[in-house]
């Protein structure tokens, strides 16, 4: 039977506007008790240490909870449900989520994050930099929270993937009992997202961490666009 284990990366601090994530993860990864880092390792890094680093921050009314309610429709495609404070949006990069995944939570007060403009090519490139530095071939998932329609609380999901596959098409394949497989697309990006995000937790200030023992079939050039379901094929829109 396959075994995955994972661990929070601890040590990263506080990431700046400017920040070369590639370079404090290799930091941070390179010996006891964060690495070293094998091949076919996933790191699962946060959205709101990419957007740091990449200077998607907002200065907002401190004193105004709602200040930031105006960069969410900025920020959106558009406008999919409101209820009351709550507003439902589809971002330019085709997510739907609440408030076009702006957060206040992780930063500092009067401030807003924005999501990433690409976070394919953010996790491409910490991917990188992890190769040149290490010599080791790695998956990135940049990863970020969302609720969930129909079901109550918050998981982890991919916005952005590098070297690991958004999903996994089992279509086609037999499963336990011979049967032939018709609709089954599994979303290990997400899956592995989630994992990840149980060993960082909220609040504990451990934005990163590492995922061993993926299946080697999963590694592969990727995009998030995998995860998106085309609206043509989208039965609630």
Excluded at 73 to 85: F, I, L, S, T, W
Excluded at 206 to 232: H, K, M, N, Q
């Amino acid at each position: 039977m396959a075994r995955m284990t994972a661990w929070g990366v601890e040590g990263i601090g506080e990431i700046k506007p400017g920040d070369q994530l590639g370079d404090v993860i290799v930091e941070a990864c390179s010996a006891e008790p964060n690495g070293p880092l094998c091949d076919n390792d996933v790191l699962i890094v946060t959205q709101k240490i990419v957007s740091k680093a990449e200077g998607r921050l907002v200065a907002i009314d401190p004193d105004d909870p709602l200040s930031h309610k105006g960069l969410v429709e900025q920020e959106a495609r558009r406008v999919v449900r409101r209820r009351g404070d709550l507003i439902i949006t589809e971002t330019k990069h085709g997510f739907i989520c609440a408030n076009s995944g702006i957060d206040l939570s992780n930063v500092e007060r009067g401030w807003a994050a924005l999501l990433p403009l690409d976070s394919d090519r953010s996790a491409r490139r910490i991917r990188d930099i992890v190769r040149a530095r290490l010599g080791v071939n790695v998956g990135i998932i940049v990863s970020d929270t969302f609720g969930r329609p129909w079901r109550k609380g918050l998981t982890d999901v991919a916005i952005g993937v590098a070297g690991i596959a958004g999903v996994v098409d089992l279509r086609g394949t037999e499963d336990a009992l011979g049967r032939m497989m018709q609709v089954t697309e599994v979303a290990v990006a997400d899956e592995l997202a989630s994992m990840g995000e149980l060993v960082m937790g909220k609040s504990d200030g451990v934005p990163v961490s590492v995922i061993r023992g993926a299946d080697p079939s999963w590694f592969r050039d990727s995009s998030v666009d995998e995860l998106i379901r085309p609206a043509a094929e989208d039965l609630f829109r």
